[in-house]
Nanobody
């Protein structure tokens, strides 16, 4: 069974930065696209970024493009999300998932075994 573990969240002031990490177990990490998703209070989970298996292609939604950078280290089987210039509207629980894809401006995954996520809180 595939399991993912996210870490690196925290409380930060607007304009600050955080770096999230994700480790996946039970899959061949280097063969999978990997993505970041988030769920804000009272809202549905949304995809925000997806990176191809080799790391050479990355997609972002408009809400984070230019501020967030997704990357991966296949040797360490770890996915990262560097978040800069954070805004209060970025406050959410952040999740990672394999098998992501970009379609019509959105980012999606059929993954069903979501982890606990990591909380990101941005104060104004």
């Amino acid at each position: 069974q595939v399991q993912v573990v996210e870490s690196g969240g925290g409380l930060v002031q607007a304009g600050g930065s955080l770096r999230l990490s994700c480790t996946a177990f039970g899959l061949t990490f280097e063969n999978n696209n990997m993505g970041w998703f988030r769920q804000a209070p009272g809202k549905e989970r949304e995809g925000i970024s997806c990176i191809g298996w080799s790391g050479s292609i990355a997609y972002y939604t408009d809400s984070v493009r230019g501020r967030f950078t997704i990357s991966r280290d296949n040797a360490k089987k770890t996915l990262y999300l560097q978040m800069n210039n954070l805004k209060p509207e970025d406050t959410a629980i952040y999740y990672c998932a394999p098998d992501c894809a970009s379609k019509e401006g959105g980012i999606y995954s059929s993954f069903g075994s979501w982890g606990q996520g990591t909380q990101v809180t941005v104060s104004s």
